[in-house]
């Protein structure tokens, strides 16, 4: 159960990161 829900934090902190990491490229290729 905890390893499974540790799996799922990895995804979601791993989206969440992308997800920034895209935007801040697409803002500073709006600038």
Known sequence: ???T???K???IAEF???GLL???V???LQH
Do not use: H, R
């Open 26 to 28: 697409w803002v500073a």
């Open 22 to 24: 895209i935007s801040s």
């Open 9 to 11: 934090g990895q995804c």
């Open 5 to 7: 829900s540790t799996l």
């Open 16 to 18: 969440l990161g992308t």
């Open 1 to 3: 159960m905890s390893q």
